[in-house]
């Protein structure tokens, strides 16, 4: 099976972790680090489960489910040092950056992501996909995240593409159901890698 664009798209959106980086192996990592200096286990259903969250959004959720008292902005800060520091193991998924190198210059790009900006731009420049794509809405940029379609809708304006001209790369259930929300071209690359 073969990734492409579909012929109506007239931007392009990329989901980053585990879309058009393959993160998650590395954020999850962070995450099982973090709860481990924190008394508690990280599994990989709950992972998978609240991914496209950003991690200050997951905190409280762990905290109800778990019966937890984490600090959401110390536990999120330490969650991102452990992660920058595992960077360097960083690889693009490469069916995905192959569509970005195929149509750089040819469609507007960007990247949509629950991360935090400079945790964006930095992940695109480990890859050296920074080049490629300048427009990153991320977690800092809208009030309502994934599963809401603002990250996306942001997105669409940002490339002054209508929505439903926008095709979404997503590898979560909950950006799948934001660029749903958002009246675009859904592509669930899970079914690729």
Request: charged share 30%.
């Amino acid at each position: 099976m073969h990734l492409d664009i579909d012929q109506k798209a007239k931007g392009l959106i990329f989901d980053l972790d585990g879309t058009l980086a393959d993160s998650m192996p590395i954020h999850f990592r962070a995450w099982q680090q973090a709860a481990r200096e924190n008394g508690f286990t990280f599994t990989e259903e709950l992972f998978y489960g609240l991914a496209g969250m950003p991690t200050y959004k997951i905190v409280p959720v762990l905290n109800e489910r778990l019966g937890l008292d984490l600090d959401p902005g110390g536990f999120s800060r330490r969650k991102e040092e452990l992660f920058l520091e595992y960077l360097r193991d960083l690889e693009p998924i490469k069916p995905v950056a192959e569509l970005v190198y195929k149509y750089h210059g040819k469609l507007p790009m960007s990247v949509g992501t629950g991360g935090r900006k400079h945790i964006a731009e930095l992940t695109l420049k480990m890859m050296g996909i920074d080049r490629y794509i300048d427009i990153i809405v991320s977690a800092d940029d809208v009030k309502n995240h994934k599963p809401f379609p603002d990250t996306f809708l942001k997105c669409a304006k940002m490339m002054g593409v209508e929505p439903r001209y926008c095709q979404v790369f997503e590898d979560g259930d909950m950006g799948i159901l934001a660029a749903e929300r958002a009246g675009m071209i859904v592509t669930d690359v899970r079914k690729y890698l």
